[in-house]
């Protein structure tokens, strides 16, 4: 477990706190856990709790947010011995309470036993970390030339001139891709009224026309690595550029705001990870966590049953077949 180089996250922004807890009814329960009369090491942290004390990661929350510093060393069994304690401490914390649906340590938790250890269950999924200033080598060539492309057709990125024109650009992608970001215009304006249009930062992508045709969606905070929350393009402008050119002129307006970096939040899929590694980022591994409640031994046990049946079913068209 390497030292931490980031001390903080956007994940901690009290504007964004606030609005989680009023919106999905949740308690923000913030940990700085370290050994007594002295600061490090140190694991700070921050959950959310239902009304039943259980932890539940809410929805547009990607991570459970994990800063650890060791004290001041090279020596890495020193600094995973540091980072064993601390961990087991949340851990500890997180099992007395319990999850309600599946978390997601933030990358920088590299080591989960002691999830184990306290009874949690773990699968590895992963995101792309994409670090400013971008290294313009590492970017694929064709997306160089795609937002080019939408610059020469006279396409041009701000912040929105009507909110309504970020809904537009969410609502086709979710049509396309068959899912629903369940926003609001009204929520859509709570949140950047709670947050704040420079840590929420929008920009949306407009055609000569004034069309609105892409939008994206960070939230960021100087000085820690700002989270790529949502990107929409409509259908019939995907192929002249314009979703190239929001996310270039995006990273370009994150690091003028102070930011490190960005994560761009997921890779998990074929076509989510081909459309994000074009930039030349860092694939990082992250880590889900379940609590073995009976909600999850009976997810399992039905999961069980499936395969169980369906091995059955194997079985019997081998049988049938050789017989053929």
């Known amino acids: 477990m390497e030292a931490l180089k980031t001390f903080?996250?956007?994940?901690?922004?009290?504007?964004?706190?606030?609005?989680?807890e009023k919106r999905w009814s949740l308690q923000s329960f913030p940990l700085d856990l370290h050994?007594?009369?002295?600061?490090?090491?140190?694991?700070?942290?921050?959950?959310?709790?239902?009304?039943?004390?259980?932890?539940?990661?809410?929805?547009?929350?990607?991570?459970?947010?994990?800063?650890?510093?060791?004290?001041?060393?090279?020596?890495?069994?020193?600094?995973?011995?540091?980072?064993?304690?601390?961990?087991?401490?949340?851990?500890?914390?997180?099992?007395?309470h319990g999850a309600y649906n599946t978390l997601q340590l933030?990358?920088?938790?590299?080591?989960?036993?002691?999830?184990?250890?306290?009874?949690?269950?773990?699968?590895?999924?992963?995101?792309?970390?994409?670090?400013f200033p971008i290294d313009e080598s590492r970017i694929d060539p064709a997306t160089r030339r795609h937002w080019r492309k939408a610059i020469r057709e006279g396409y041009y990125c701000q912040p929105p001139k009507r909110m309504e024109?970020?809904?537009?650009?969410?609502?086709?992608?979710?049509?396309?891709k068959g899912y629903s970001h369940h926003l609001s215009l009204q929520e859509l304006q709570l949140i950047q009224e709670q947050v704040g249009e420079t840590h929420y930062r929008i920009l949306v992508c407009y055609a000569a026309d004034g069309n609105p045709v892409s939008t994206t969606i960070f939230l960021t905070q100087q000085g820690t690595r700002a989270l790529l929350l949502m990107l929409g393009t409509k259908t019939e402008h995907l192929s002249k550029g314009v979703t190239q050119l929001i996310q270039k002129v995006g990273f370009e307006d994150l690091q003028a705001m102070g930011a490190t970096g960005v994560d761009l939040i997921g890779a998990n899929l074929p076509g989510v990870s081909a459309s994000k590694e074009v930039w030349g980022p860092t694939l990082l591994p992250y880590y889900t966590l379940e609590s073995m409640?009976?909600?999850?031994?009976?997810?399992?046990?039905?999961?069980?049953?499936?395969?169980?049946?369906?091995?059955?079913?194997?079985?019997?068209?081998?049988d049938v077949s050789s017989h053929l």
């Open 165 to 176: 024109h970020v809904l537009e650009c969410l609502k086709e992608t979710e049509e396309r």
């Open 106 to 131: 933030s990358p920088e938790a590299t080591d989960v036993r002691p999830w184990y250890w306290h009874g949690f269950q773990s699968t590895v999924r992963y995101t792309f970390y994409l670090d």
């Open 35 to 96: 050994p007594p009369n002295t600061e490090l090491p140190s694991l700070r942290t921050l959950l959310y709790l239902d009304q039943k004390g259980r932890i539940v990661l809410p929805p547009r929350v990607p991570y459970i947010p994990i800063d650890f510093h060791s004290t001041p060393s090279d020596r890495l069994p020193h600094i995973s011995r540091q980072w064993l304690e601390m961990s087991d401490q949340l851990a500890a914390t997180m099992q007395e």
């Open 8 to 20: 903080s996250s956007p994940l901690f922004l009290e504007g964004w706190v606030a609005y989680n």
């Open 293 to 318: 409640n009976f909600r999850q031994l009976a997810k399992r046990f039905r999961d069980w049953g499936r395969f169980r049946a369906l091995g059955k079913k194997l079985n019997a068209d081998t």
